[in-house]
């Protein structure tokens, strides 16, 4: 039986380049040598940074995926503390009620040494997210830009998969990013995938001593 993460209704072009960003920004990141990979689903991301050159683990509570750590994010029993110089975990946190956000972050806070790369769904309902991507002259690199109008925000129905979405009611980006800093990571940049602003992805940094785990 074929996974549901290695159908090609899942394999949209779209989230091929969410992965794409997700690759790049690993590989922009200097003295990172380990990545952790959090909810790995098809391991595309994970098997690329490895063919690359990165020591690569996996993590993941879905034994159906063979993670090299089977484990729920959500329980610290068992995590690898600070092994990996850079922990990925991308479209996972949604599937979590919003109550277990900070309790994750914190066990993500302790599994990284560095860096943590977080991807979160920006609902779609009710925006308006234009998208420009220019390439005025063939010597000069394509300009991409995206912005996010969350005009009439809707409150979140959960459809079996999302607890929550940034963007809905009670979720405003602003939240997520604080809540986000208050386990002790600097945000190091934020940014919509342009041509995929429905995945909002999160590059932070770990802080000598996080303010709720000092």
């Known amino acids: 039986m074929t996974m549901p993460y290695l159908t090609l209704n899942y394999l949209q072009k779209k989230r091929w380049i969410s992965y794409w960003y997700q690759i790049k920004e690993a590989a922009s990141l200097k003295n990172v040598h380990s990545v952790l990979e959090v909810g790995s689903g098809n391991k595309i991301v994970a098997d690329t940074l490895f063919k690359i050159g990165y020591e690569v683990k996996t ?33 996972v946190l949604e599937h979590l009620p919003y109550s277990s956000f900070a309790l994750a972050l914190e066990n993500l806070y302790s599994l990284t040494k560095e860096y943590l790369l977080i991807s979160l769904p920006y609902t779609s309902r009710g925006t308006f997210k234009p998208y420009f991507n220019v390439h005025l002259f063939p010597f000069l690199k394509p ?20 607890y ?12 997520i990013l604080r809540d986000v800093e208050r386990i002790g990571f600097k945000i190091v940049k934020n940014y919509p995938v342009p041509e995929n602003p429905y995945h909002y992805l999160i590059l932070c940094q770990k802080r000598p001593c996080g303010q709720s785990l000092c």
Not at 67 to 91: H, N, R, T, Y
């Open 59 to 91: 993590l993941d509570s879905n034994s159906k995926t063979r993670p090299d750590f089977l484990i729920d994010i959500i329980q610290s029993k068992g995590l690898p503390p600070e092994m990996f110089d850079l922990v990925l975990c991308c479209q």
């Open 143 to 162: 300009m991409s830009w995206v912005k996010i109008f969350n005009f009439f925000p809707r409150p979140h129905t959960f459809n079996g998969q999302h």
């Open 164 to 175: 929550w979405e940034i963007g809905k009611k009670g979720y405003p980006l602003k939240k």
